[in-house]
């Protein structure tokens, strides 16, 4: 690791930990402009962004308790944010110089028994790093049984002829409720059961709300309709979000860390509490997200008699899906 940016990262920790010689008033100012610059960087929903910008001193006092009580376990966001930070104060020449100045005392401090250590930050993203790439390896294996990211679902699903992209309001507006209970879900293990009047609708709808409003979690959404696929996926030690339409034990997945997003349709009759049925996206929207398409009105005003705002109506329409949905195939 560049010893210089290792150097960086005890002295955000030693600052965080109050242990440094007290900063003039002017590098205090400049040390928050690079905490705000790193927060922008940071990869975590917005609203926490905000909550960190909005009372800094409030989350560094969170952040120092992390790192002065490393016995209460790792956290690999935070850690990230300590990188990006010392990336930061790099890059300014006034912090960069009392970097130098106090490079000694700043090192003996990393000494200090019990304090979250370079190595401890280091370990911790590429710890993070590692189980993604496992997870990535083993999708690669298993592409034929039923998994794919969120990406690769999105794009397959929403890419059409002559350069057409459905964008992600056309499955989200006046959907609002129920995003947001799917983004209960990338924040804490979960289950959610959605039910759409197609399932391919459903499955969109959880994957278009991640994409857009927590992009951070993309990496570890993943898509699995096989069962056995499921079942192999639930034992990885990466917290991950499963849109699936298995209907196993989810509390199962839940125990193990995970966050299950159970997509269905009227047909499967299931009963679980606190099922959440989309209604049909709001005109206004639906409008929207065509004419950014490229639309033109009265082809809009068509699409939305035709396709009564469903979009594996729409879909086919468009001629995106050329497979019919299991809800409009002749019994």
């Known amino acids: ?9 005890s002295f955000a920790i030693s600052y965080v930990a109050n242990c440094l010689p007290v900063p003039t008033k002017d590098l205090d100012g400049r040390l928050e402009a690079c905490y705000h610059r790193a927060l922008d960087r940071w990869n975590v929903p917005q609203d926490t962004k905000e909550s960190a910008k909005d009372d800094m001193t409030k989350h560094l006092v969170g952040l120092k308790e992390i790192i002065t009580h490393t016995s209460r376990g790792r956290h690999p966001k935070e850690c990230e944010l300590l990188r990006l930070w010392a990336k930061e104060i790099l890059g300014d020449s ?8 106090h490079q000694n005392e700043i090192m003996q401090i990393e000494m200090r028994k019990g304090f979250l250590k370079v190595e401890d930050v280091i370990e911790a993203i590429n710890r993070q790093k590692e189980e993604l790439d496992k997870i990535s390896q083993k999708i690669q294996q298993l592409l034929n049984r039923g998994v794919q990211y969120a990406t690769t679902y999105w794009e397959k699903w929403a890419t059409g002829a002559k ?13 609002k409720e129920a995003s947001e209970e799917i983004l209960t879900a990338c924040h804490t293990p979960k289950f959610v059961s959605i039910e759409s009047s197609s399932l391919s609708d459903a499955f969109a709808f959880s994957v278009a709300t991640i994409m857009k409003e927590s992009p951070e979690d993309v990496s570890r959404t993943l898509i699995i309709e096989n069962a056995e696929t499921y079942r192999e996926f639930l034992n990885e030690k990466t917290s991950l979000l499963i849109i699936t339409n298995v209907q196993e034990n989810p509390n199962y997945a839940v125990s193990k860390g995970h966050s299950v997003i159970l997509c269905g349709t009227p047909a499967d009759k299931s009963s679980y509490a606190g099922k959440i049925t989309l209604p049909t996206v709001n005109r ?16 809009i005003s068509n699409l939305i008699i035709e396709t009564k705002r469903e979009s594996a109506l729409l879909r086919r329409t468009l001629g995106i899906n050329h497979e019919k949905e299991a809800w409009l195939k002749p019994e």
């Open 1 to 9: 690791m560049d010893p210089i940016l290792s150097t960086a990262i």
């Open 163 to 175: 350069d057409l992209k459905l964008g992600y309001d056309i499955v989200l507006s006046g959907r």
């Open 94 to 101: 006034d912090c960069n110089q009392f970097i130098l100045a």
């Open 284 to 299: 206004d929207g639906f409008r929207s997200a065509l004419e950014v398409c490229g639309f033109d009105s009265n082809t």
